[in-house]
């Protein structure tokens, strides 16, 4: 299983990018997928999560300027990223609770995507 996260970039304060990270691979279910995100010297933290059945939870610095998605056949999620601010500069990472066929669900992280909000 493998988690293929993109969308990353520079963009200046004010403006938006869309993140997409997409499992492939010999999969059951996925359940919960989310972003998270690691700043310079600080810990990875929750952005956002997304449960299978899209019911959605942002951590408060995002709520009102971030919108994640998932497309269920596509196996993919979405983070949908406007209004940004310097302070969102960070790697984002996908994460996804990925069940394999008589396995127990396990959790797999993506590559990571840098984000670079310029004031």
């Known amino acids: 299983v493998q988690l293929q996260a993109s969308g990353g970039g520079l963009v200046q304060a004010g403006g938006s990018l869309r993140l997409s990270c997409a499992a492939s691979g010999s999969m059951f279910s996925i359940n919960a997928m989310g972003w998270y995100r690691q700043g310079p010297g600080k810990q990875r933290d929750l952005v956002a999560s997304i449960t299978r059945g899209s019911n959605t939870n942002y951590a408060d610095s995002v709520k009102g300027r971030f919108t994640i998605s998932r497309d269920n056949a596509k196996n993919t999620v979405y983070l949908q990223m406007n209004s940004l601010k310097p302070e969102d500069t960070a790697v984002y990472y996908c994460?996804?609770?990925?069940?394999?066929?008589?396995?127990?669900?396990?959790?797999?992280w993506g590559q990571g995507t840098e984000v670079t909000v310029s004031s």
């Open positions: 994460k996804a609770e990925i069940q394999r066929l008589m396995r127990p669900g396990a959790d797999y």
